[in-house]
């Protein structure tokens, strides 16, 4: 994705609510509209597999879901994963 589609994303919040959705949902593989510690696992899991990296422990997916659970519900809702989306593609830019 090229740095002027991610900004023209970040420009439209309609256009960022989309992505984020789309990117919730794969990650929220029960439906339940909350990711939970052992989906936040997989999916990190996943990634670090995808890019060659070594799986993360237990403690550093512990500390990007504590990091991402602002409310301390014990769940990651659609409004706090969105923080992480807008990091990573402003981090593109």
Known sequence: MSAEAVRAILKDENKLNQVVKA???????????????????????????????????????MEVFNHLDTDKSGKIEFKEFKVLIKDVLNSMV
């Open 23 to 61: 990117a919730f949902d794969q990650v929220d593989t029960d439906g339940s509209g909350k990711i939970d510690k052992s989906e936040l696992d997989t999916v990190m899991k996943i990634v670090c597999k995808d890019m060659g990296a070594e799986p993360p422990s237990h403690e550093e997916v």
